[in-house]
């Protein structure tokens, strides 16, 4: 693992790094904020995954977590959004390739060679982390905007037991009936769209729920309502009862204003599930 | 005066402006955030200028001044840092030329046709903003980072009684006396350099001082500091009993992950200044 940057931030450290990824087969780079608590001792951890066209880089600069995550004692991982390099598989439009890993892993040509991204979100760098990090992993939770709230919200309700709550920004929401996620999970996983909805954050919330708390935000003028299809996802949670709050927020669209206004809302949530028993 | 975007933020409105600047001979874009309370009337300004290579945009996106802002019910104001446009002057340097208009009016050939962000700032902006914004223009404040401190001091010292409070993160604090000031003052004010004291932070704090609070922030671990010269400004601060605060944060460099982290206190400052009396 090499320290690509380190930047104090709210009294801990605002880091930078990169490694070779055996699941991805190629170099990453991913963020972490340490806060100050974790000179001391290890911390518990937030994930946040971003979504289309992402780097680690833009909720590192653009979310304003570190305040809400300094205040809370909590770490915070921001890791990339798909495999890098100049032999990785792309394509022409924002929403496939490079930028656009769906938080999946691929199984058709000539993505599977690269984008193994479930693998790599859920296996390969936790393992990384925990090994360089002062992280307290049982005490994990995870966020995400857009198509990293899908991940978010698919990877906690897959992994189970791993994460001790989940929320999201807009998430695609229902991406196995969305243009976001059709063509997505076609190229990456194959034709069989019954397949896909083990990926689907509404046909999981149908299927099996969250075993701890959710949280939604959603803005009503957000350009992409239409893709993201937070009804499906709204519907599912309150026909399982799950615990879980789903807030529309009036005048907010798809941007980084509107994550960063309710990021300190997100955090507290989750810094109430992280220290809780 | 044209609406490049407008984001909800905080509840209130993150919104992006163009317009034909006289002073500047081009066309200028700048960011103005409106907290809720702007909806029923005018509410206080902050000023934010920005540092060398910066536009409206990066403290925009990254200061994290909007939380703070709206807490506070207090308008941020983000200009450019520069005339802006193809037949503007430029240089190949990052320092001078766009993007490093130094908030003086030039008097040189080839920048005095554009480079006039004195006047800009001190005289157009303001009179634009008051006929468009709900803002009340009596009760203003600055601050500013590295080249926008050494602005927000300067027109803090220079235009008496137009703002209650200034302060500043890693001020470029004795331009006259610094690698980033002289070469900048020779090209835009001509060869006296007696003349350039005038738009000099720590030369107008030992002749005149400011009629009100002070705030600096300065990391210990900027990798500017030598450019910077923090001891110019703290010695004329402390020699003239100037109210002030002058704080040495340890460890912090010159980035917006140290802007971030203090725009907190910044903001809480200047609405004590802008809501006195």
């Known amino acids: ?68 995550a300094a205040e809370h004692g909590i770490a915070v991982v921001f890791p990339d959004t798909s495999p890098r390099g100049e032999d990785v598989a792309d394509d022409d439009a924002f929403d496939l390739g490079k930028g656009a890993g769906f938080y999946v892993n691929a199984t058709q040509d000539p993505w599977k060679k690269h984008f193994q991204m479930q693998s790599y979100i859920a296996d ?19 966020c995400g905007h857009s198509m990293g709230g899908h991940g978010a919200l698919m990877l906690a309700m897959t992994l189970e037991g791993r994460f001790k709550s989940v929320s999201a920004f807009a998430p695609i929401a229902n991406p196995s009936g969305s243009d976001w996620g059709r063509k997505q999970f076609a190229a990456y996983l194959g034709d069989d769209d019954q397949s896909w909805q083990q990926f689907d954050a509404s046909c999981l919330m149908a299927q099996k729920g969250f075993d701890g708390p959710v949280l939604i935000d959603q803005g009503t003028e957000d350009q992409f309502l239409d893709l993201l299809k937070p009804e499906a996802l709204a519907s599912a949670i309150a026909t399982r009862r799950q615990n879980a709050t789903f807030r529309m927020q009036p005048g907010y669209d798809h941007s980084y204003f509107f994550i960063s206004t309710f990021m300190e809302d997100h955090v507290a949530f989750h810094a109430d599930a992280l220290y809780a028993d």
Chains 1, 2 share one sequence.
Request: proline letters at 6%; aromatic letters at 10%.
């Open 1 to 68: 693992m090499k320290t690509v940057s380190e930047n104090a931030s709210f009294r801990g450290t605002q880091g930078v790094y990169s490694h070779a990824s055996t699941a991805c087969n190629c170099e990453m780079t991913f963020a972490v904020f340490l806060p100050e608590e974790a000179r001391l001792g290890p911390v518990p951890v937030l994930w946040f995954l971003s979504g289309l066209t992402c780097t680690h880089e833009n909720a590192m600069t653009k979310a304003g977590a570190q305040a809400w």
């Open 124 to 142: 390969e760098l936790p393992a990384l982390l925990a090994e360089n990090f002062p992280l307290d992993m049982d005490r994990q939770s995870i």
